[in-house]
């Protein structure tokens, strides 16, 4: 049974960092591209950066470039999202998920085995 767990949300500041973790058993993880989505109040989930099997980053959202940093420890079965410089704009809940289809891009309908997510909230 594949299963997918989110952490390290918070309350912060504008200005402020998190450091996002995912954690991912059950499935082959290095061989699965996974991608971080958020999705906020009243909104469709996107995607925020996406990373192939071998750590290099296949997508990254223009609202968050420069900012955030996705990366992956295979040893450890672990995603990571270090998020800087938050803005009240990126308030929402944060999902990891693995790719079941599709190759290129970070579109949430490509993935499944999602997680819980986890709460992020950025106070002005």
């Known amino acids: 049974q594949v299963q997918v767990v989110e952490s390290g949300g918070g309350l912060v500041q504008a200005g402020e960092s998190l450091r996002l973790s995912c954690t991912a058993s059950?499935?082959?993880?290095?061989?699965?591209?996974m991608g971080w989505f958020r999705q906020a109040p009243g909104k469709e989930r996107e995607g925020v950066s996406c990373?192939?099997?071998?750590?290099?980053?296949?997508y990254t959202a223009d609202s968050v470039k420069g900012r955030f940093t996705l990366g992956r420890d295979n040893a450890k079965n672990m995603l990571y999202l270090q998020m800087t410089s938050l803005k009240p704009e990126d308030t929402a809940i944060y999902y990891c998920?693995?790719?079941?289809?599709?190759?290129?891009?970070?579109?949430?309908?490509?993935?499944?085995?999602w997680g819980q997510g986890t709460q992020v909230t950025v106070s002005s």
């Open positions: 998920a693995a790719r079941i289809r599709g190759s290129g891009g970070c579109v949430a309908s490509d993935f499944g085995y």
């Open positions: 059950g499935l082959n993880f290095r061989s699965s591209s």
């Open positions: 990373i192939n099997i071998i750590g290099i980053s296949t």
